[in-house]
């Protein structure tokens, strides 16, 4: 026998101590539980819960600090390069907005590399649209090199203007019913802009094309 569906959050109970929750199954129905809650560590955890920065990335600040200043010495006409304690943590934030917001994050990080600025910045982060620009650069460590960037603009922009025929395959959708469906499972929402965005996905990456949003 079925008494009903419940949920409790569990981030307000202690850890190694047992208390009594009442969880609600409905109208006029609860169900008195007791629980205690135990940390068990197996191996390397997954997923790291911290507020400082881990090992790794205070490494990748301090290699870049000596980038950065330099780049900013040049940019500034400064006559010596800033000290440690000195140097900024500069990121560039992408919106999200499907082509709009990757051209936008190209046009960008393009403006930014004409004026020198592009070695000012340690981190760039996007959503959405924006990540379609930010990916094949983590591809490329020297992106942002001589003509790096505009080369990967002008794949991208070929990609875009291409014919769109192919991904009305039945093979296509197919996949893209899939990834629709694994959507839908996990509650949220879909509508007419998740298959479009499947397509121009399909378009820029193919096979390597990433995941719906969630």
């Known amino acids: 026998m079925e008494l009903g569906k419940g949920s409790i959050a569990l981030s307000p109970l202690p850890f190694d101590r047992e208390v009594k929750v009442a969880i609600p199954l409905g109208e006029h129905k609860e169900m008195e539980v007791d629980l205690k809650l135990k940390l068990h560590k197996r191996g390397d955890p997954s997923l790291r819960l911290s507020l400082a920065l881990s090992d790794g990335e205070r490494r990748f600040l301090q290699n870049r600090r000596p980038v950065v200043s330099t780049a900013m010495r040049k940019v500034l006409g400064l006559q010596e390069s800033l000290r440690e304690e000195e140097v900024p943590v500069v990121a560039v934030l992408g919106s999200g907005g499907g082509v709009r917001a990757m051209t936008g994050f190209y046009g960008s990080l393009l ?104």
């Not at 379609?132 to 002008?154: I, K």
């Not at 395959?169 to 499947?198: N, P, R, V």
């Open 111 to 214: 403006g930014l590399e004409h004026l020198g600025l592009v070695d000012c910045i340690s981190y760039i982060a996007g959503v959405s649209g924006s990540t379609w620009c930010m990916a094949p650069l983590y591809q490329n460590a020297s992106w942002s090199g001589e003509h790096g960037l505009e080369a990967q603009m002008s794949r991208a922009k070929c990609k875009i203007l291409a014919s769109k025929a192919p991904a009305f395959s039945q093979d296509k959708w197919w996949e893209y019913s899939k990834d629709m469906q694994a959507k839908a499972e996990s509650g949220q929402l879909l509508s007419f802009t998740d298959i479009w965005g499947l397509m121009l996905q399909d378009s820029l990456f193919g096979k390597a094309r990433l995941r719906p949003a969630r």
